[in-house]
């Protein structure tokens, strides 16, 4: 893994009250007290941003918010700008995640809209690229996979990649019970290192963090993790429960 620092983001996803968002981030708290040499973030829904954010502030644990828009203030109804976010205290933002765009109708352009925005007011980015399972059968997953993150990775500079985390999630992975082995992970993760030193340079593939994210689970995140090319994993339903996250993140205790 060439020194990289493991980074395990939990995604809450539309989960979670105020109330509920707390509950959950103090016994993360308790339980990840004192862990070292993994980068931790979780992503509450804009809702429960303020108060985790507060709860968070004595913690390592980072805040990260679920996606942003790219103007930073205006006539946007029902939009979050990069501002608000940095206002509340995010560090990361999660950009062109699978289910935004299979249900809202992000773009190669609105996602990189999106990264470039996030880079403009000081937030790390995580940027997502995965396929459809029609896609895998198709043998489409390498073209769709180097789309989304050419796309996405438009007029990025080397300043700005060095604050971008990639996360590869197989769409037909995701809240299915089915995950890509580790070997089928592993396949892409270099493709996608591939590709970035294409892009940029052999350094900065090398430097650069790709997360796995697709049905990651306490049982099968040592098996990921053991792949050379996986730095750490985008975990949405086991992050909801903070053993099972918990045990996500020290996974090199299992």
């Known amino acids: 893994m060439m020194g ?16 509920e968002a707390l509950d959950l981030v103090r016994e993360l708290k308790l339980l990840l007290s004192g862990i070292k040499g993994v980068e931790v973030a979780v992503a509450p829904p804009f809702t429960a941003l303020h108060a985790v954010g507060q709860e968070l502030k004595d913690s390592t644990i980072l805040l990260a918010a679920q996606n942003l828009f790219w103007e930073e203030k205006g006539a946007f109804t029902g939009e979050i700008s990069p501002l608000m976010l940095g206002d509340l205290g995010c560090q990361y933002v999660i950009v062109g995640h699978s289910e935004r765009r299979q249900y809202f109708g992000e773009t190669e ?3 990189s809209r999106r990264v470039k925005s996030a880079f403009r007011h000081g937030l790390r980015v995580i940027l997502c690229v995965g396929e459809t399972l029609q896609e895998r059968e198709g043998g489409r997953t390498f073209s769709v996979v180097e789309r989304q993150l050419v796309g996405g990775l438009k007029e990025v500079g080397e300043k700005e990649i060095e604050k971008t985390v990639l996360a590869y999630e197989p769409v037909w992975a995701i809240g299915t019970g089915k995950t890509a ?10 493709f996608i290192r591939q590709k970035v030193e294409r892009l940029y340079s052999k350094g900065i593939s090398e430097e650069i963090r790709i997360q796995y994210g697709g049905s990651v689970t306490p049982e099968n995140i040592k098996a990921l993790m053991a792949q050379p090319d996986i730095d750490g994993a985008l975990v949405g339903g086991a992050s909801l429960k903070a053993e099972s996250f918990a045990r996500i993140v020290r996974f090199k205790e299992i």
């Not at 620092?5 to 809450?12: D, E, L, Q």
């Not at 580790?182 to 270099?190: D, I, L, M, T, Y």
Request: no cysteine.
């Open 109 to 111: 352009e609105t996602v």
């Open 181 to 190: 082995s580790p070997e089928q992970a592993g396949e892409v993760h270099r």
């Open 4 to 19: 990289r620092m493991v980074f395990i983001a939990g995604n809450w996803k539309m989960n979670k009250t105020v109330g």
